[in-house]
């Protein structure tokens, strides 16, 4: 899912210039369907995210389900929660940004 498809562009108040408006991640909760997976040596969340899913776009999931926040690597052996319900997971995302 590319998340920034539908994101709207916006002005930016003092400059002037054209962005887009901020993207706002919905909360993940844990489901006993998750799959606990523990990092080998150069896993990266893209690379999780294509692995698991298919679609490297969808790394923040990972990132989130994981409280990355900012970090963009782990530890070799590092337990990592890779969430199931992508579904509901991106329809929170479009209601939060895009009332969908």
Do not use: C
């Not at 706002?24 to 990266?44: G, L, N, Q, V």
């Not at 995210?49 to 963009?72: E, L, S, V």
């Amino acid at each position: 899912m590319a998340r920034y498809k539908h994101t709207e562009i916006i002005k930016d108040k003092v400059t002037n210039n054209r962005v887009l408006r901020t993207t706002e991640y919905p909360e993940i909760t844990p489901s006993d369907a998750d799959i606990i997976y523990y990092a080998k040596f150069d896993d990266t969340l893209m690379g999780l995210a294509n692995r698991f899913y298919g679609d490297q776009t969808m790394w923040w999931i990972i990132a989130r389900a994981n409280n990355f926040q900012g970090k963009t690597k782990f530890q070799v052996g590092q337990k990592l929660i890779i969430p199931a319900n992508t579904g509901d997971i991106n329809k929170k995302l479009l209601k939060l940004n895009f009332n969908q």
